[in-house]
């Protein structure tokens, strides 16, 4: 299935009269789920489609060290969970009201508080991440509130060629790039592989 196809789910949610729709879209790490989420925003615009990215969730470095998982950041237990599956419940269940939420920046490693928004005037949230279908680690509040699904496929040594470049990019060594995505990255990778069975579509990327 092409991206095509969400586009269409997309424009026949905004036509209609159903009330919000939350729509979650998965996939593993450097799979392409920004250039995804890019593409709806271009083609939809902010006012009426909403995007949040999981990513603004990350626990911050300090916490992280403090917890003794800094080397494993983008795990699923370093993220704020608690605070995203609030924010979720809130958006699905109030558009009366702008909801405010953070932005991750890889270039500064940190997330900037209240820099996002979903405007109450929107009838379709899209919610890009790594662990929305998961059960685990208090994921668990997620996936009952996304009213569709779809995870991204991608051959795994383009993502990770992709991974490694978007790591050297934003600073760390080839060697160390390399080592991140092949280790870390590739762990959370499979955790998230096991719980693709729960998407009822598929974007096919190359």
Known sequence: MSIELLFKQIQSLLDGESP????????????????????ISKKFGSKLV?????????????????????ERKGAPDTFDVESFTSLIKRVKSDSN???K??????????SIADEGMVLKESKVVVIEG?????DDHNWDGIYPLLDHTWFIEIADEVRIKRLIA???????TPEEAEVWSRGSDETN???????????????KLS
């Not at 939420?101 to 940190?110: G, L």
């Not at 592989?193 to 598929?202: C, W």
């Open 130 to 134: 790594n662990y929305l279908f998961s």
């Open 189 to 203: 990778a499979r955790f998230i592989d096991l719980t693709a069975y729960r998407a009822e579509n598929l974007i």
């Open 166 to 172: 978007r790591h050297i990019r934003y600073g760390k």
């Open 97 to 99: 009201v702008d909801h």
């Open 20 to 39: 919000r729709t939350l729509i979650g879209i998965v996939g593993k790490p450097g799979a392409g789920k920004s250039t995804v989420v890019e593409e």
């Open 50 to 70: 909403s995007i949040i990215p999981m990513d603004g969730f990350h626990l911050s470095n300090e916490e992280l060290i403090s917890l003794g998982r800094r």
């Open 101 to 110: 939420f953070p932005i991750f920046h890889r270039e500064i490693e940190a």
